[in-house]
């Protein structure tokens, strides 16, 4: 069971940090402009 749920975690996290970074990069792009 603990391996699924780590398994299951790390990608989870992964793209939650690839979705804030777009985010914050999408943001300061407009607000640079």
């Known amino acids: 069971?603990?391996?699924i749920?780590?398994?299951g975690l790390?990608?989870?996290i992964?793209?939650?940090g690839a979705?804030?970074?777009i985010i914050c990069t999408a943001?300061?792009?407009r607000r640079r402009r």
């Open 10 to 12: 790390l990608p989870n």
């Open 5 to 7: 749920t780590d398994t």
């Open 27 to 29: 943001h300061r792009g």
């Open 14 to 16: 992964a793209l939650w």
């Open 1 to 3: 069971m603990n391996v």
């Open 19 to 21: 979705t804030i970074a």
